[in-house]
């Protein structure tokens, strides 16, 4: 039984892709939306009637090549999964997803390619009628990457970043239904999934966390985790750098005031009207130490806010009201339990989130 045989066999009954080990929300969640989508008009394409376009994902050399072994191991000399193509009415067929399939095989032509043919063509579902275009074919490129290889957060935040730039969506909320998962269980897990992506993205101190998320190599969750912990370092040695110059620039005022006072002292009381007496010197240096201690306090460490009580109702409304503002607005919903919540969980979201949604009114 051929390749192409095999795969309408197991398409009629019923057989689905395996599912990847993404480790991401987003793309566990479009993959189930994925699976379920039909593949009709299965075929040989010619390599040389087959061109691409830009894709979601760059190339990955090795991947080509893992997958042009995989084929030459095969004995139909094909992928195990068909591309997917869409018939230009020229004649020639665009490759919607699938290229580094389509780069294997024609790496297999060119370097192992003879007189029988066997890396001439590669199977591909065809698809007609009205090409799909821009963020339309993103998005089904990403789907259909997830069915093969795993897709981060990253990759996916980067999609929905160009979408927004072209005013194809406008909001979390937009980019969680362009994505196709709004109205199901997991669009809220992953709409917060893509804010932190999103996050990442925007802030330029992160591209070292933004590669490992892309990899694998992290979580996105632990990703921003990891930015709050060096931002919070950051301001703490920016503090301490402004204790350290306020430190040394007390330090050179008193020496500037002990030269004045020796030489205050030691004209005999001869001094100018206008002079700063010994007393005043001393004065000034003495101040001056004690500021040297403890430099620009008031400046470096704020003090204490007050703090309000505020019952537990009160709370609880408080957090429906600001849930609903950043609903509004598209962003993350704030999780929080009508009878759990406690002050630990009541002060993180207020550090956390309030800010936040300050920002967008």
Not at 9 to 33: C, L
Not at 227 to 253: G, M, P, T, Y
Not at 349 to 361: G, P, S, Y
Request: hydrophobic residues 35%.
């Amino acid at each position: 039984m051929s390749k192409l045989d095999g795969f309408l066999k197991q398409r009629k009954a019923g057989a689905g892709a395996p599912k990847p080990s993404t480790g991401s929300t987003i793309a566990a969640a479009m993959h189930e939306q994925a699976e379920a989508a039909t593949r009709v008009d299965v075929r040989h394409i010619p390599l040389e009637a087959i061109y691409t376009e830009d894709q979601v994902r760059d190339i990955n050399d090795d991947v080509v090549a893992e997958y042009a072994s995989s084929f030459r191991e095969s004995d139909s000399g094909q992928p195990e999964q068909p591309i997917k193509v869409w018939a230009n009415p020229d004649g020639r067929y665009l490759v919607l997803f699938g290229e580094h399939r389509y780069r294997a095989q024609l790496l297999n032509q060119k370097e192992h390619g003879d007189a029988s043919g066997r890396y001439q063509s590669i199977i591909a579902q065809v698809v007609s009628g009205e090409c799909p275009t821009g963020h339309a074919r993103a998005r089904l490129q990403l789907q259909e990457n997830i069915l093969r290889n795993p897709i981060s957060p990253i990759e996916i935040a980067l999609a929905v970043k160009a979408a927004k730039a072209d005013g194809a969506i406008s909001s979390l909320n937009d980019a969680v239904a362009w994505l196709g998962l709004a109205g199901t269980e997991k669009a809220g897990t992953a709409k917060k999934e893509l804010s932190q992506a999103l996050s990442l993205l925007d802030d330029p101190e992160a591209s070292d966390l933004v590669e490992m998320v892309r990899t694998g190599e992290m979580k996105v969750y632990k990703a921003k985790n990891e930015l709050a912990a060096r931002q919070k370092e950051a301001a703490k040695a920016e503090r301490e750098k402004a204790a350290k110059e306020a430190s040394e620039q007390a330090e050179q005022r008193v020496a500037e005031l002990q030269a004045q006072l020796e030489e205050a002292r030691s004209s005999d009381g001869e001094a100018s009207g206008n002079a700063p007496s010994e007393e005043e010197l001393q004065n000034e240096i003495a101040k001056t130490m004690e500021q040297a201690k403890t430099p620009k306090k008031a400046e470096n460490k704020p003090s204490a806010p007050q703090r309000f009580a505020v019952s537990y109702g009160d709370a609880l409304t408080l957090l429906e009201i600001l849930n609903k503002v950043a609903q509004e607005k598209g962003l993350e919903s704030i999780n929080y339990s009508d009878d759990g919540l406690d002050r630990k969980q009541w002060d993180s979201i207020i550090a956390d989130r309030l800010m936040q949604i300050r920002n967008e009114l």
